[in-house]
């Protein structure tokens, strides 16, 4: 149980074009989602927090005009990245949970590999 | 600010090895720790999940202790497999309802067949 679901699992774009990524739990209804990038070498940083029906919570330094979340329903948040540059270029990955108190632990789709050219 | 290190960076080890992999955390007031495994270009799978109130727990071949404390997590792997190879993380979660992780670098495991 518990899986969730990211596609695309690969892009590769024109600088200056928007992707869009969806993120979706498949046997659950997840209450929040994150979203989070990952460098090479680096550590996983969470970019933003996506609550069902209400705007996304983003970290400091992360833009949110330029990574618009949307989390329409309770099992899927979509991650777009408006006009994407190289240095966008990232893994991103979601992850979803359920219910109040943070017991229920994060699972995490297979990630979104971005290369923007 | 939370910073999660994981030392070490790297191990590699022979098959059939016991082995341990360490995390620890700058901040003790988490509300939980989470290990998880991540194969090259794939996912975050979850391995343990360990309550802040709780002291350890066990998966199969995989032990996971906490001490909150001292900001320090173990991942204990017995008898190492060759598909135990992959990236291992370690992530606490500060807050409870709508945190976030916070994740260490990784410690790149690769057990030798």
């Known amino acids: 149980g518990a899986v969730v679901s990211q596609h695309p699992s690969w892009v590769i774009c024109k600088s200056g074009t928007s992707v869009k990524i969806e993120c979706r739990s498949l046997?659950?209804?997840?209450?929040?989602m994150f979203w989070y990038r990952q460098f090479p070498k680096q550590s996983l940083m969470l970019m933003a927090t996506s609550n069902e029906g209400s705007k996304a919570t983003y970290e400091q330094g992360v833009e949110k005009d330029k990574f618009l979340i949307n989390h329409a329903s309770l099992t899927l948040s979509t991650l777009t990245v408006t006009s994407a540059h190289p240095e966008d270029s990232s893994f991103y990955i979601c992850?979803?949970?359920w219910g109040a108190g943070g017991v229920q632990p994060q699972h995490f789709g297979d990630g979104t590999r971005l290369s923007i050219l | 600010k939370q910073e999660v290190t994981q030392i070490p960076a790297a191990l590699s080890v022979p098959e059939g090895e016991n082995l341990v992999l360490n995390c620890s955390f700058t901040d003790s007031a988490i509300y939980n720790l989470q290990w998880f495994r991540q194969d090259p270009g794939k996912g975050l799978t979850s391995l343990l999940l360990i309550q802040s109130s709780q002291r350890e727990q066990t998966s199969g071949r995989l032990n996971a202790s906490l001490d909150k404390s001292s900001g320090r997590s173990t991942l204990y792997i017995a008898a190492s497999q060759p598909g135990d190879s992959a990236t291992y993380l370690c992530?606490?979660?500060?807050?409870?309802?709508?945190?976030?992780?916070?994740f260490g670098k990784g410690t790149h495991l690769i057990i030798q067949p």
């Open positions: 992530a606490v979660r500060e807050g409870g309802g709508a945190d976030g992780l916070t």
């Open positions: 046997d659950f209804q997840a209450t929040t």
């Open positions: 992850s979803a949970t």
